[in-house]
């Protein structure tokens, strides 16, 4: 099992790329399902769940070409399935997205209910409630969500989403992309991702509005068509590298982001200390103030406010600001799991239901320490970069999900790093 071997102390300095968003690619490529023609996606990250994913699509019969290194054109116009094994969804919740684009293109489905991270319950039941609005028969058999639509063809409805859901509300709606008649979603997901996938389903032949706001409005059409899109830069890479940037007291120009889609994440690091300069619409120069940091409160908050996904990296970064900082973590309810290895790295925090009480500035030392889920992986390797001594990082196979090739990319900026297997280095991370 591959481990990251990090000698910290050092500010790391220079220029780095931002990679494709995963979690915009992933119903992106989710949504080729609902056509037989040729979708070419540019942009796609190379991580572990697209690589899951990709083989999801080829098990079902797709075909899928990457004529170049982060290109994908896929063709499912041959599925043979209409299954998503569990061998594959038990790695990758996000797997749960072929559901809808089977449903609605062919009138069945049968998906395997999702593993992934193991930070709290992540219930599919919005998603399976929302499609017998649109008219489908679910039921769960063996572990399986098995739905069909009785007449072929799901139906327009309108409902509201009890609680906001991103995967839920892409879910539904590629589903109701094909559905009869016109579809209603409230209490929509108003992620940059949403917008990305309407943007590509509307190039297919969709008719949605409303995109990044609470109400969608979809006119579901008879077919979708090929068509060609570029996946918007990966927000929350950004922002893990705004934070090492910062904590690790560097300066760095942070190039083919767009500083739009974290509007709220740069607002509160700038609260704190951290100077962040955008240099233009995809460029932005990052340095911790002279004058340190500061502690400040933070509650994570469905987009547009302060996302989950930077709550384990600002949390690492509170260790190292003035003060005593209050992280409240309103999204998922077992979250802190990244809390118990900082403090073996030395930092001094108390947990007490949903609210991690972080005292900095305290002194990280390096120790061994485990990775429980993707984005506290990160929030690790961050803490390791500013530590003292050596930390080694087990189960990096987490933070693979989600980082392209995230080691060379430190290394690139100065960092102190390696990749370890079976006790050996292993060298440089290549996309092949």
Excluded: W
Excluded at 142 to 147: H, L, P, Q, R, Y
Excluded at 239 to 257: D, M, N, P, R, W
């Amino acid at each position: 099992m591959d481990k990251f071997l990090i000698r910290g102390g050092i500010p790391l300095r220079g220029k780095v790329e931002i990679s494709g968003a995963k979690n915009s690619a992933l119903p992106c490529l989710a949504a080729t399902l609902l056509t037989p023609d040729t979708v070419t996606l540019h942009n796609v990250p190379y991580v572990k769940d697209l690589i899951t994913l990709r083989r999801l699509l080829e098990d079902m019969g797709a075909t899928v070409l990457t004529p170049e290194l982060r290109t994908h054109k896929i063709t499912a116009k041959n599925i043979e399935t209409f299954e998503a094994p569990y061998e594959l969804v038990k790695t990758m919740r996000a797997s749960v997205l072929a559901l809808g684009p089977l449903l609605a293109r062919f009138g069945q489905a049968k998906v395997s209910l999702p593993g992934g991270c193991a930070i709290g319950t992540r219930p599919i039941d919005l998603h399976l409630r929302a499609f017998e609005r649109l008219g489908a028969v679910v039921s769960l058999e063996s572990g399986d969500v098995v739905a069909t639509a009785p007449q072929g063809r799901l139906i327009g409805a309108e409902f509201s989403f009890e609680k906001v859901t991103v995967t839920g509300t892409e879910n539904v709606m590629m589903a109701a992309a094909l559905a009869q008649g016109k579809t209603v979603i409230r209490n929509a997901a108003q992620e940059p991702e949403i917008e990305d996938l309407a943007e590509l389903l509307n190039k297919m032949g969709a008719r949605i509005k409303g995109a990044g706001t609470p109400v969608l409005e979809i006119e579901g059409v008879e077919h979708l068509s090929g068509a060609e899109h570029t996946i918007i830069p990966d927000r929350i890479e950004t922002g893990t590298f705004i934070v090492a940037a910062a904590i690790t007291q560097g300066e760095l120009e942070i190039k083919s982001c767009n500083p739009e889609h974290i509007k709220a994440v740069i607002e509160k690091l700038r609260e704190v200390g951290v100077q962040i300069e955008e240099l233009n619409q995809s460029t932005l120069s990052v340095r911790c103030s002279p004058a340190g940091l500061r502690a400040m409160d933070v509650t994570t908050e469905p987009h547009p406010l302060f996302p989950t996904d930077m709550q384990a990296q600002y949390m690492a970064l509170m260790t190292q600001a003035d003060g005593t900082s209050a992280v409240t973590e309103t999204i998922f309810e077992n979250r802190f799991m990244h809390a118990s290895e900082l403090i073996r790295m030395g930092a001094d925090i108390q947990i007490s239901g949903n609210k991690a009480m972080v005292q900095g500035k305290t002194p990280l030392t390096g120790a061994r320490i485990l990775a429980s889920d993707l984005r506290a992986s990160a929030s690790l390797v961050l803490a390791a970069l500013c530590a003292s001594g050596e930390t080694l990082i087990d189960r990096v196979y987490h933070i693979d999900r989600g980082y392209e090739t995230i080691v060379d990319k430190l290394s690139s900026i100065g960092a102190n790093i390696e990749r370890i297997t079976d006790g050996l280095a292993a060298g440089a991370e290549r996309p092949n």
